[in-house]
C-alpha cells in the first residue's frame, strides 16, 4: 500500500514526541518511515502543512459532553477546557504546536462550535460569546504550554526553582506584588491552578450575562 497522509501525521507526532517541536523536521518525519522527505510532500507542501495536519490530530479526540448529560452552561465548558488540555498534554509541546496554527477543519469547529453554544445559552451576545470563547481556548493553550515547559521529563524543562530565586531577587528590589505573588506564580500544582482559571473566566462570563 502507498503512504497515506495519515500516515505521515502519526509518524510526525512520534518525532514530536521524541525531540519537541525543535526537533520536528521533514527529514526526521521521513526518516521515522523509511522514505524519502520528497514523499512526504505529496501530501503536505511544506512543513507549516504538516504542522496544521498535526495540530488537527492533536485535538481529534476531545470528548464533546453532550446536552443529554444535563450539565449547564458552565459544567460543559469545564468539560471541554479539560478535555483540550487532556489531549494537548498528551504529545509532548502539544500546546505550543497547536498554538502556531490557524487549522480550519472539522476537529477544530467541532470543539469550537459547544464553547460558543454554552456561552450564547448563558445569555452573551454573539460577540461575547466568541470573545469568551477566544479567550478560554488562549487560557488553556498559554497554561499548558507553561506546564509542558516544566515537564521534568524532557531534557530542555526549565529549572524553575533557579528562576524563582532570580525572580523574588529581582521583585524584592522594586516590585511588591509580584513579589508577594511569588508562591502562585511558581505553584507547581498545575490541576488545581487550571481549575480556578476556568472558574474566574466563567465567573466572568455568568457577570456579563447578569450584567454586572
Known sequence: MGLERDDVVRAAIDVLDKGGLEGLTMR????????????????????????????????????????????????????IARELRRCLLAHRDGARLFAGTYVVTDNVLRV???????????????EEAATGSFTLLYMVLGFTAEEQALDPTVPEALDLATRR????????????????????????????????????????????????
Not at 469550537?112 to 454573539?126: I, K, N, R, V
Not at 521583585?171 to 509580584?178: E, G, I, M, Q, W
Open 28 to 79: 526526521k518525519v521521513a526518516a521515522e518511515l523509511n522514505i524519502r522527505a520528497p514523499s512526504i510532500y505529496w501530501h503536505f507542501p511544506n512543513k507549516h502543512a504538516l504542522i496544521d495536519g498535526i495540530a488537527d490530530a492533536l485535538i481529534a479526540n476531545v470528548r464533546i459532553p453532550d446536552k443529554a448529560e444535563g450539565l449547564t452552561w458552565q459544567e460543559r465548558l469545564q468539560a
Open 112 to 126: 469550537a462550535e459547544p464553547m460558543l453554544a454554552a456561552l450564547s445559552e448563558a445569555g452573551l451576545s454573539p
Open 165 to 212: 530565586d532570580a525572580f523574588e531577587q529581582l521583585a524584592a528590589t522594586r516590585y511588591p506584588y509580584l513579589l508577594r505573588a511569588a508562591a502562585q506564580i511558581f505553584d507547581t500544582n498545575f490541576d488545581a491552578r487550571f481549575e480556578a482559571s476556568i472558574d474566574l473566566i466563567i465567573r466572568g462570563a455568568a457577570a456579563e450575562r447578569a450584567g454586572t
